[in-house]
């Protein structure tokens, strides 16, 4: 039907990469808001808090202090929601009531010693060592053979659950495949299997023809509003090469990484001009499981504000018990982020 | 192995009714919390709101009256984000950016006149009256031949989106299934076709012989904490008998849901002495769709809070991009649902 305008009309719009499918509601934003209202968190941090767990020289929880460590440091969580000693087991009621048991290692990554700053306000280079640092990471926790995935993330700001606004990120590795990457697994095999190039390759090639949903572009990364975007300003960041880990970049790729780190995060920033609160993290190949050919090195960032700094989108009622729901389209919020400037807005107002 | 303790360790389970499994962490309660405190909203409602556009006689959005009614009342909502007449479509490009176009009717239920009451304060008579109206409302949007799916569910309190603290729920038709239900189709089918029974009857049976995860049972259903639950109070309403929808409910059968739904709702609300946050929603067969001999008719509660009555499990980073996951077991959350008492804190406190 020539009618059908993805502009105006209600629709529903496939995650190529899980198979799923998102219901679309253009013609909503007009909705009043009368719900709730959140509070902002203060953003008037010191650059070292003495009662921070995660500043430099600080003791934390198991008794232990922090070094003083002038770039970004590792260390094992205090409180693993995932542990390296869980008793191998499982068990089966008739089928019905299914468990089995899970091991792993959960990390936390200080992104620098300054408690005032975000990734966004980091200089280049820090970035660029962040990066290097996830990598080894990655890179130590695959060599363990039990470990089959590792999630690399980052929960920013209080809305996101983040109990502590020293910037910092987390890596949850553990010795099975996690349900998202699951899914993601099965359909970019699917795709390769049968086109010989990976599913995001062409995705990309598609989205830079259309141009309609670029945020940004350098010489080795994409940054875009996936056509599928469940959340309001969700972004996916895609490597143009085909590489199945962090562990694949070259150094100039890394370089360009962290570029387009920073360009999102300080349009993020600049959007309702505050701190933009987010879950995001990398998406990669499963380790020690095989060649997994098909995977396509992606990292997701899901923001949940909606219209001001103060008002987010509440996946509830219908989106729980039937399906993910958006109310602006992809396009529009590609063409607001794209707009926005490059230079954070707190570097201006000094 | 024998070592391995749901009650101690690490562990995924299985949702037999999705096919997905959670991750369960028993240990990781003992979390300190320095992260975001909810504020309570007011408490204090009037019995008549003058600017409550569902207050009996008051104004709606669209410029009608509501009118004077004195038990509930049914209306399209004036923001559908599913509307009737949506011109049918579909496109496709490269098979990689897929949208269909949604067809729909949003409706709203309120609940009572009373603006200061919810659920869980209403007279059973009150909540047999909801039901009742709940069933006419699946029959009528049933009858049209282009619906496939009806969901029934409610949004309480400001944590849950809600924008209007007015008890009220609300009901999405469409055209299409929608993703929950699609895939609780295919586990119920796949189980009906093998064992004859349905899922949730033998699931049933084994909740009710070990008893850890039941919090409330009557003659004709069973309030329990699913052996996979994600939020930490999540529950379940499972009708005893094997029905498809609500439109087979006995009058019998009707009274004991609206008791059900009584006694739950005031075990939340006591938990933390505070009007208790949650989604809620029947999930039933779909319709126009053939006769879904596998469905078995239930109702689920997502209620985000953890801890307190102003701390709420985050579901972010890890659980958006790899698994969800949950801190307390669902054995612990029934065993204290099910001391909790059955009569509402505010009634005492009177
Ligand atoms: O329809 P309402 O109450 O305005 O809105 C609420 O419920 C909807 C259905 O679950 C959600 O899409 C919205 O995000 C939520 O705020
Ligand atoms: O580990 P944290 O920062 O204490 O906790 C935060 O991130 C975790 C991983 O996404 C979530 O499970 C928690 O709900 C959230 O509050």
């Known amino acids: 039907d020539t009618n059908f305008d993805l502009n105006e009309h209600p629709h529903t719009r496939q995650n190529i990469l899980t198979g799923e499918w998102v219901l679309v509601s253009p013609h909503r934003t007009k909705r009043p808001w009368q719900g709730k209202v959140e509070s902002l968190p203060a953003d008037n941090r010191p650059e070292h808090d003495p009662a921070c767990y995660l500043c430099a020289g600080n003791k934390r929880a198991d008794g232990s202090k922090n070094p003083d460590y002038t770039t970004n440091f590792a260390f094992t969580n205090d409180y693993s929601a995932l542990l390296p000693d869980t008793p191998v087991g499982e068990i089966s009621i008739d089928g019905l009531l299914r468990a089995e048991s899970q091991s792993g290692i959960c990390r936390v ?29 990655f890179k130590a926790l695959s060599e363990n053979p039990s470990i089959k995935h590792i999630q690399i993330f980052e929960n920013k700001g209080e809305l996101m659950g983040c109990s502590n606004p ?48 670029i945020v940004f572009e350098n010489d080795s990364f994409v940054v875009l509003v996936p056509f599928w975007a469940v959340w309001p300003y969700e972004t996916m960041i895609v490597s143009k090469r085909h590489v199945r880990s962090i562990l694949e970049f070259t150094d100039k ?86 707009n926005l400037s490059e230079i954070h807005y707190k570097s201006i107002n000094l």
């Not at 700053?117 to 990471?137: C, D, F, R, V, Y």
């Not at 790729?253 to 701190?275: C, P």
């Open 253 to 338: 790729e890394q370089e360009d990484l962290a570029d387009a780190l920073k360009n999102i995060t300080v349009r993020y920033d600049n959007l309702f001009q505050v701190s933009f609160p987010y879950s995001a993290g990398m998406h990669q190949m499963p380790v020690n499981d095989g060649n997994h050919a098909e995977w396509h090195w992606h990292m997701h960032f899901y923001p949940p504000l909606l219209r001001s700094a103060t008002i987010k989108k509440f996946m509830v009622g219908y989106e729980m018990l039937g399906n993910p729901q958006r109310d602006i389209t992809p396009e529009a919020a590609a063409e607001t982020l794209r």
């Open 109 to 137: 990554i200080a992104f620098s010693p300054r408690h005032d700053l975000t990734l966004a306000e980091l200089e280049l280079t820090a970035i660029n060592g962040i990066i290097q640092l996830w990598a080894e990471e």
């Open 166 to 213: 020293h910037p910092h990120g987390q890596i949850w590795a553990q010795n099975s495949i996690p349900l998202e990457i699951h899914k993601e697994t099965e359909n970019q095999k699917k795709y390769f299997q049968v086109n010989g190039r990976s599913l995001l390759s062409d995705y990309l090639k598609v989205e830079l023809k259309e141009q309609k949903r």
